[in-house]
T-cell receptor
Framework: QKEVEQNSGPLSVPEGAIASLNCTYS??????FFWYRQYSGKSPELIMF????GDKEDGRFTAQLNKASQYVSLLIRDSQPSDSATYLC?????????????FGKGTTLSVSS | GAVVSQHPSWVICKSGTSVKIECRSL??????MFWYRQFPKQSLMLMAT?????????EQGVEKDKFLINHASLTLSTLTVTSAHPEDSSFYIC?????????????FGDGTRLSIL
């Protein structure tokens, strides 16, 4: 069973702090990884994707990938109340249909003002 | 760019009714579309993968005769929930990808909240 694991949280940080979200995956063959943000009752929206080991930065967001440890993380700097949402980590897997995204259960982030 | 439109956004209907949900890629051609289902406080569960012009491939445990998927063009996929029952009530979300490459992200529609009475 190919899985993506996340701590469900909630993760609570004060406004302006760094929020660190973590994710592990079981399929060593996964090559690309995605972070989505989902507000309650809404569909996910893409924040970042990464497929090379190391860090990838985009504005206040930094994704980190360590394939040897099968670990992906998302750092949010200068957290804002509007960042409060559920963050979904996803990994591409290959099955009989081709490639598809497998999602973790999500980490709920709460940023207090 | 990369806008995916899903319709309807909310459906309430009686048990036994069949419901069709449409997923359209508005500004790109989607070679592959995906259908997910999400129950409250749960993660997205992949139901099926649909490549344009071919039959959808369903995940284990998903009944293909109950959840009919048609991907007749590069911009439209439909999911029909046949003879829906209360246990089918869920949030159904489609996503689309512009190429077969796994490095390309999927873009999600706004979802359809299905309530079966």
């Amino acid at each position: 069973q190919k899985e993506v694991e996340q701590n469900s949280g909630p993760l609570s940080v004060p406004e302006g702090a760094i929020a660190s979200l973590n994710c592990t995956y079981s399929d060593r063959g996964s090559q690309s990884f995605f972070w989505y943000r989902q507000y309650s009752g809404k569909s996910p929206e893409l924040i970042m994707f990464i497929y090379s080991n190391g860090d990838k930065e985009d504005g206040r967001f930094t994704a980190q990938l360590n394939k040897a440890s099968q670990y992906v993380s998302l750092l949010i700097r200068d957290s804002q109340p509007s960042d409060s949402a559920t963050y979904l980590c996803a990994a591409h897997i290959t099955d009989q249909a081709g490639t598809a995204l497998i999602f973790g259960k999500g980490t709920t982030l709460s940023v207090s003002s | 760019g990369a806008v995916v439109s899903q319709h309807p956004s909310w459906v309430i209907c009686k048990s036994g009714t069949s419901v069709k949900i449409e997923c359209r890629s508005l500004d790109f051609q989607a070679t592959t579309m995906f259908w997910y289902r999400q129950f409250p406080k749960q993660s997205l569960m992949l139901m099926a993968t649909s490549n344009e012009g071919s039959k959808a491939t369903y995940e284990q445990g998903v009944e293909k005769d109950k959840f009919l998927i048609n991907h007749a063009s590069l911009t439209l996929s439909t999911l029909t929930v046949t003879s829906a029952h209360p246990e089918d009530s869920s949030f159904y979300i489609c996503s689309a990808r512009a190429s077969h490459s796994s490095n390309q992200p999927q873009h999600f529609g706004d979802g359809t909240r299905l309530s079966i009475l």
